[in-house]
């Protein structure tokens, strides 16, 4: 899963928690949306049934 989502424009980073069954997605939403890596995913064999947006603001110097 890590593979297919790091192919994906915009996709910064992504953390993957086998035994939690959870993955946290770096992203740049200007770039790639969530339903995109939703479907990227998805298309792994993995499902993602649900997820929490944590939208993080970075001032640009």
């Known amino acids: ?7 994906l424009d915009g996709v910064v980073e992504i953390q993957v928690s086998y035994e ?4 946290v997605v770096d992203f740049d939403s ?3 949306s969530v ?3 939703s479907e990227t ?8 049934t649900n997820y929490e947006l944590t939208i993080i603001k970075t001032a640009l110097s």
Request: aromatic letters at 8%.
């Open 20 to 23: 939690k069954g959870s993955a």
């Open 1 to 7: 899963m890590q593979f297919e989502g790091a192919k």
């Open 30 to 32: 200007s770039t790639v």
């Open 35 to 37: 339903e995109a890596i």
């Open 41 to 48: 995913i998805n298309s792994t064999g993995y499902k993602v």
